[in-house]
């Protein structure tokens, strides 16, 4: 639906630069292109069709998508066609009119007052876009322009120049690969000329025969030999018919790696001039966009094992701390959620979390948090993978890297609720079934494990009486948790 709406607003943003308006817009002057695009069929256009009816739909059918003020009689205006382009969007989506009454008239005064249905869970940007289009008052309506440069539509538009700049870049193999089509055709033509000869030399044959008893069994011989002939012809012939519906299969496979691979080196980029910068920024917020509450471990593995996870750290590590964005630091956060433990494990390294942990000394909370949230959602993963009442098989990369220290001091510097919470279920989480030697630490993390037990949030709650259960195995952290009265439960297991 991001293409479609893309293509859409494109469309309808070039009629408008050109002075025009199409007044009568509604599904069926769409329609798809052999590319696939969205395009809008220009004898829609008034200024185009003169006197003429519309012979895309009925005047009944039109007026299901006039904005409010056309159906009060005021004349088409470019923001008119942004109200009828929101309608048509919202029903795409839902499969039905979003202000559908129970009569027809019904209908047409809900589109004038701006009442609609209740709409199906769409993506909160998408669905931002859509509500300012379908404002009932015209100038709160933004132009065609205005919503292609909003972020959710700028992040579609790189993604459209990338995949003309990737076809562009292997035209030549197209276009090698139409010759051979070609050639290939000329040979299929040639072969079947020939196999029209031999039908001809094999009913004249048959002929012969049948008037020569006496050479029958050379000829008979002979048209066998030419029948073998034939099928191989034929064999042949099925063979590059094949191969020519085939062509283009490769290229097609290659587009997605070609995009991948393409995107890590402009991260890898070491020169940090402004428009590298930005070029870097663009990348992050289309990796966003791609992967942001979506679960699809397959694309999630194919980007981490393309290098792009190892591309972000290398950002994280070489680029100036003031010059990191929250798209960066988002981008490796949705690398990590949602998605399966699987696909988390394939970043653990201590160089991931020394990369993160860098993090942690930026101006900008968001960051931060993504930062600590990317390293929680690992570390998670190892404490899943294996025995509870075993060490956690990540505490060595920590401990050697002096990271477990630098969770400590983020957690101690109070940054707000969320970072301090995320910071001590990873130390509650890497201790487990293991002594914390350093009694500040196991006062203080102890002592906060403990008051999260009785957060307003269940699943805060359950990641703190977890913690504390596993770090109950040993009994110096036991005796620090049960001080107070405090009961260990042990019917809960963290997330």
Same mark, same amino acid.
């Given at each position: 639906?991001? +293409?479609?709406?893309?293509?859409?607003?494109?469309?309808?943003?070039?009629?408008?630069?050109?002075?025009?308006?199409?007044?009568?817009?509604?599904?069926?002057?769409?329609? =798809?292109?052999?590319?696939?695009?969205?395009?809008?069929?220009?004898?829609?256009?008034?200024?185009?069709?003169?006197?003429?009816?519309?012979?895309?739909?009925?005047?009944?059918?039109?007026?299901?998508?006039?904005?409010?003020?056309?159906?009060?009689?005021?004349?088409?205006?470019?923001?008119?066609?942004?109200?009828?382009?929101?309608?048509?969007?919202?029903?795409?989506?839902?499969?039905?009119?979003?202000?559908?009454?129970?009569?027809?008239?019904?209908?047409?005064? *809900?589109?004038?007052?701006?009442?609609?249905?209740? =709409?199906?869970? =769409?993506?909160?940007?998408?669905?931002?876009?859509?509500?300012?289009?379908?404002?009932?008052?015209?100038?709160?309506?933004?132009?065609?322009?205005?919503?292609?440069?909003?972020?959710?539509?700028?992040?579609?538009?790189?993604?459209?120049?990338?995949?003309?700049?990737?076809?562009?870049?292997?035209?030549?193999?197209? +276009?090698?690969?139409?010759?051979?089509?070609?050639?290939?055709?000329?040979?299929?033509?040639?072969?079947?000329?020939?196999?029209?000869?031999?039908?001809?030399?094999?009913?004249?044959?048959?002929?012969?025969?049948?008037?020569?008893?006496?050479?029958?069994?050379?000829?008979?011989?002979?048209?066998?030999?030419?029948?073998?002939?034939?099928?191989?012809?034929?064999?042949?012939?099925?063979?590059?018919?094949?191969?020519?519906?085939?062509? *283009?299969?490769?290229?097609?496979?290659?587009?997605?790696?070609?995009?991948?691979?393409?995107?890590?080196?402009?991260?890898?980029?070491?020169? *940090?001039?402004?428009?590298?910068?930005? +070029?870097?920024?663009?990348?992050?917020?289309?990796?966003?966009? /791609?992967?942001?509450?979506?679960?699809?471990?397959?694309?999630?593995?194919?980007?981490?094992?393309?290098?792009?996870?190892?591309?972000?750290?290398?950002?994280?590590?070489?680029?100036?701390?003031?010059?990191?964005?929250?798209?960066?630091?988002?981008?490796?956060?949705?690398?990590? /959620?949602?998605?399966?433990?699987?696909?988390?494990?394939?970043?653990?390294?201590?160089?991931?979390?020394?990369?993160?942990?860098?993090?942690?000394?930026?101006?900008?909370?968001?960051?931060?948090?993504?930062?600590?949230?990317?390293?929680?959602?690992?570390?998670?993963?190892?404490?899943?993978?294996?025995?509870?009442?075993?060490?956690?098989?990540?505490?060595?990369?920590?401990?050697?890297?002096?990271?477990?220290?630098?969770?400590?001091?983020?957690?101690?510097?109070?940054? *707000?609720? +969320?970072?301090?919470?995320?910071?001590?279920?990873?130390?509650?989480?890497?201790?487990?079934?293991?002594?914390?030697?350093?009694?500040?630490?196991?006062?203080?993390?102890?002592?906060?494990?403990?008051?999260?037990?009785?957060?307003?949030?269940?699943?805060?709650?359950?990641?703190?009486?977890?913690?504390?259960?596993?770090?109950?195995?040993?009994?110096?952290?036991?005796?620090?948790?049960?001080?107070?009265?405090?009961?260990?439960?042990?019917?809960?297991?963290?997330?």
């Amino acid at each position: 639906m991001q +293409r479609v709406m893309f293509c859409a607003l494109s469309g309808i943003s070039f009629i408008h630069s050109q002075g025009l308006v199409v007044g009568e817009l509604c599904p069926e002057v769409f329609f =798809i292109s052999e590319d696939g695009t969205i395009k809008i069929d220009t004898l829609c256009l008034p200024q185009i069709r003169g006197n003429e009816k519309s012979t895309h739909a009925t005047t009944d059918s039109i007026m299901l998508y006039c904005a409010p003020e056309v159906q009060l009689g005021e004349k088409p205006t470019m923001r008119s066609d942004i109200w009828s382009l929101g309608v048509i969007i919202l029903e795409g989506m839902s499969n039905h009119h979003p202000f559908k009454g129970s009569t027809r008239e019904e209908t047409l005064m *809900n589109m004038k007052m701006g009442r609609f249905n209740a =709409i199906m869970p =769409i993506p909160q940007d998408v669905g931002e876009l859509i509500m300012k289009m379908i404002q009932v008052e015209p100038n709160k309506r933004p132009s065609a322009s205005d919503l292609l440069k909003t972020t959710f539509m700028k992040a579609q538009s790189i993604i459209e120049q990338k995949k003309l700049k990737t076809k562009g870049e292997i035209l030549d193999d197209l +276009r090698n690969a139409e010759y051979r089509m070609l050639m290939a055709e000329e040979r299929v033509m040639q072969h079947s000329e020939e196999n029209r000869t031999l039908a001809q030399r094999i009913k004249a044959l048959e002929r012969q025969r049948s008037q020569d008893g006496a050479k029958s069994r050379a000829q008979e011989s002979q048209i066998k030999n030419y029948l073998k002939k034939s099928r191989t012809i034929q064999k042949s012939r099925d063979e590059m018919m094949m191969n020519i519906l085939n062509l *283009n299969e490769t290229e097609k496979k290659q587009i997605d790696q070609l995009i991948w691979n393409e995107w890590k080196a402009e991260l890898l980029k070491e020169d *940090n001039n402004a428009e590298t910068l930005q +070029r870097k920024d663009e990348i992050c917020q289309i990796i966003v966009e /791609h992967f942001d509450r979506k679960e699809n471990d397959q694309m999630r593995k194919y980007a981490i094992e393309s290098g792009i996870g190892e591309a972000l750290l290398q950002l994280f590590v070489k680029q100036p701390l003031e010059s990191i964005k929250r798209c960066n630091s988002k981008a490796f956060f949705v690398l990590t /959620h949602p998605c399966s433990d699987r696909q988390r494990l394939l970043l653990c390294s201590g160089h991931t979390f020394m990369s993160l942990a860098r993090l942690f000394d930026h101006r900008e909370f968001d960051v931060i948090d993504d930062a600590i949230t990317s390293i929680h959602n690992i570390v998670a993963a190892g404490t899943d993978a294996s025995p509870d009442d075993q060490p956690h098989p990540h505490f060595d990369i920590f401990s050697q890297n002096n990271i477990i220290e630098k969770i400590y001091t983020l957690f101690a510097r109070n940054l *707000n609720k +969320r970072i301090k919470d995320r910071a001590v279920v990873c130390i509650g989480q890497l201790f487990r079934a293991r002594e914390m030697n350093d009694q500040k630490m196991r006062i203080d993390i102890i002592g906060y494990l403990k008051i999260l037990t009785k957060d307003a949030d269940e699943k805060i709650r359950n990641n703190a009486e977890w913690a504390l259960k596993r770090l109950a195995q040993c009994s110096g952290n036991r005796n620090e948790i049960e001080k107070g009265g405090y009961v260990i439960m042990y019917d809960k297991k963290g997330d």
